[in-house]
C-alpha cells in the first residue's frame, strides 16, 4: 500500500475516534459543537474521483452515525460536503492543472485562501447538520446560532491542526 492511503486511513479513523469520544461530548456555550470529522474531507487530494469522494463521505458520516446515535444526519451532510468541495475549493483557488492532485492545507493554497475554504466548508456542513437536526423552521434563529458557533468552533480547532501539521 502507498505510504499517503495508509495514513488518509489513519486520518480517518482517528478522526471519527476522536469525535465520538471528545468532541460529541464537547459543548460550549450550550450551542457550539467541534465538527473535526469533516478535517479527512477538507484533507483529501483533488485528483480523487467524484464517486470515490462521495463513497468516502458517506462512510465518514456513517462511521460518526454509528458511533454518536445520530441516525443518517452526518452521513447525508458528509455526501452532501463532498459533492461541494471541489467547486467550493476552486472559488478560492485558480482552475490549474498543478493544482489537480495537491491536498488542501495552508501549505498548499495559503492561509487566507484556506482559512476561507476551511471556513465555507465548515459552515455548509453546520448549516446542513442542523437544518436537517432540527426538522423544523420555527426556531431558525436558534438553527443560525447554534450553526455559526459551531463553524467558528470547527474553523478554529481544524485550522490549529493544519498549522501543526504545515512545516516551513
Keep these: 500500500m502507498n505510504k499517503s492511503v495508509i495514513s488518509y486511513i489513519l486520518l480517518f479513523v482517528i478522526l471519527v475516534l476522536v469525535q465520538a469520544v471528545l468532541f460529541n461530548h464537547i459543548v460550549l456555550f450550550n450551542s457550539a459543537v467541534c465538527l473535526i470529522f469533516i478535517y479527512f474531507l477538507i484533507k483529501l487530494p483533488l485528483d480523487i474521483s467524484q464517486n470515490f469522494l462521495l463513497t468516502l463521505g458517506f462512510l465518514l458520516g456513517l462511521s460518526v452515525d454509528v458511533l454518536s446515535d ?99
Design 70 to 168: 445520530t441516525p443518517g444526519l452526518n452521513a447525508l451532510c458528509c455526501t452532501i460536503l463532498a459533492s461541494l468541495k471541489k467547486p467550493v475549493f476552486y472559488a478560492y483557488e485558480q482552475h490549474d492543472d498543478q493544482k489537480r492532485s495537491i491536498s488542501p492545507s495552508i501549505g498548499t493554497m495559503g492561509f487566507f485562501n484556506f482559512s476561507k475554504y476551511v471556513f465555507s466548508l465548515s459552515a455548509i456542513y453546520a448549516l446542513l447538520a442542523f437544518f436537517v437536526e432540527f426538522v423544523n423552521f420555527i426556531d431558525v434563529v436558534q438553527i443560525l446560532i447554534k450553526a455559526g458557533t459551531s463553524t467558528a468552533f470547527t474553523f478554529i480547532v481544524i485550522l490549529a491542526i493544519d498549522s501543526l501539521i504545515y512545516k516551513n
